[in-house]
């Protein structure tokens, strides 16, 4: 309503006060008669609509310029948040990382440079730009010493798929990750035999006959490296991205074939070491950026961890999800529900309008165009790039999918030329995430073209 005013003050103008005023109301009135006749066709689609018929739905749009809720459904009820998790981890990098990635801590003792990892995911990640790390321990004429952290968080979250232990998402949260802490199983059209990135893992995966049913994809034992493919030739060329599971000797291991010298695992206790100096990767806009177009969740929980060291110089999530919800987040309408960094957990809840106020936080963080050069933009790019799709992108958000459920928030721009901050939350739906999809379409297209 204020932006459709500001829109038309020109007219105003051409008017003398007494014209104007009567102009002015009219106007206003207009644009309250069109919103409060969108919320209603609203309203009726969540009552009517098939693909909200079964399901669970909350839905808020929010304006922060008057910082008024222009429409609201079920607001405050809690939903499983999947990705839209991601817009908490975003808030925590924003508050508590700085301008660049923390890449490692280290000190130099005699002839040794010892270093430990602070959670940085960017060290030979094909994904992200090339870090400085590996430049900076090649120059060191000094012994290379890997400190191992002393509490280790644990390898997956709480509340993550068991199941999905060997799929390229489920990558684990670690200390120091390397080549984005999956290893890379490509395998040729015409041929059984895969090969395996990096090379030292190569000798990890083994044929086995096929029993029953094929399958061309290699599988991961749960509590080692080894892999099995079923051995047949291929009809395609394709690649497979399987989580590391990982060891002290096997970072340091890694990191000595890359390097092409030795680097030693420190068995001492750590904390008779001081590590006073720290380098620095990459830009954190970067692995912003990766963690919201694509929805890496990778990134994400490593994003905690580095948070976490920073605050206590320990790598566990939970220090820095608590530190959050303490210092930053104690003002959100209702308590976040949150447990870890990607949304891979199904414990997370979290409600429509703590999303909103979240995003309204972020937006006080990272200015508004910045921000949308990071988020997915709706018909171009990142998760969105096949969704809400338009002229001129409207949507600029953050998805969130597990299955029967699905999220949708960040900010919507209308043709009055209103930038509102909105919140789309389902769970427990059964009809493909596809038709959820177009009935959303039909809601969010309603509010950007009346509001």
């Not at 105003?12 to 106007?27: D, G, N, R, T």
């Not at 010298?261 to 990459?282: A, M």
């Not at 002229?391 to 969130?400: N, V």
């Not at 995430?433 to 809601?443: A, D, F």
Request: charged share 25%; proline share 5%; with cysteine.
């Amino acid at each position: 309503m204020n932006n459709i005013f500001l829109l038309n003050f020109h007219l105003l103008k051409k008017h003398s006060y007494s014209s104007a005023i009567p102009l002015l109301i009219s106007l206003i009135l207009t644009s309250c008669s069109a919103i409060k006749k969108t919320n209603k066709e609203i309203e009726k689609e969540f009552i009517e609509a098939k693909e909200f018929s079964q399901g669970f739905a909350g839905f808020v749009i929010y304006d922060p310029v008057s910082q008024k809720m222009l429409y609201a459904h079920n607001e405050e009820k809690y939903f499983t948040p999947a990705s839209n998790t991601k817009l908490f981890t975003l808030y925590t990098g924003l508050k508590v990382l700085g301008d660049s990635v923390p890449a490692l801590r280290y000190t130099v003792k005699r002839d040794s440079l010892f270093f430990k990892g602070t959670g940085d995911p960017t060290l030979m990640n094909p994904d992200l730009p090339e870090s400085e790390i590996l430049e900076f321990l090649n120059a060191q004429e000094s012994s290379l010493i890997y400190v191992p952290p002393i509490y280790k968080e644990k390898a997956l979250g709480p509340g993550w798929a068991w199941g999905d232990y060997d799929s390229y998402y489920s990558a684990e949260r670690i200390d120091l990750p390397v080549y984005g802490n999956l290893l890379k199983v490509e395998f040729k059209a015409g041929t059984a035999a895969p090969t395996v990135t990096p090379k030292r893992m190569q000798d990890s995966i083994f044929p086995v006959e096929i029993m029953g049913k094929k399958n061309k994809y290699a599988q991961r034992d749960f509590s080692s490296n080894r892999m099995e493919y079923q051995n047949f030739n291929r009809d395609n060329d394709f690649m497979q991205y399987v989580p590391f599971k990982f060891s002290e000797e096997l970072i340091a291991g890694l990191l000595s074939d890359t390097l092409n010298r030795e680097i030693s695992v420190y068995h001492g206790n750590p904390e008779k070491l001081v590590f006073d100096k720290t380098i620095f990767s990459i830009s954190s806009d970067s692995i912003y950026k990766r963690m919201m177009q694509v929805s890496d969740n990778f990134i994400a929980e490593q994003i905690l961890l580095m948070a976490a060291d920073k605050i206590s110089d320990t790598l566990k999530t939970d220090i820095a999800i608590d530190y959050m919800k303490k210092e930053h987040l104690n003002d959100l309408p209702d308590e976040p529900q949150w447990y870890d960094g990607s949304g891979l957990s199904r414990y997370n809840l979290f409600t429509p309008r703590t999303m909103a106020k979240l995003i309204e936080k972020i937006e006080m963080e990272m200015p508004k165009e910045e921000l949308f050069k990071i988020l997915a933009a709706g018909g171009e790019s990142g998760t969105l790039k096949n969704y809400y799709k338009a002229e001129t992108p409207y949507i600029y958000a953050k998805t969130g999918t597990l299955k029967n459920n699905h999220s949708l928030s960040g900010f919507l721009v209308t043709k009055s030329g209103r930038t509102l901050i909105f919140s789309f939350m389902n769970s427990n739906y059964t009809v493909p995430t596809s038709e959820l999809k177009e009935g959303m379409t039909r809601i969010l297209e309603k509010v950007r073209d009346n509001y």
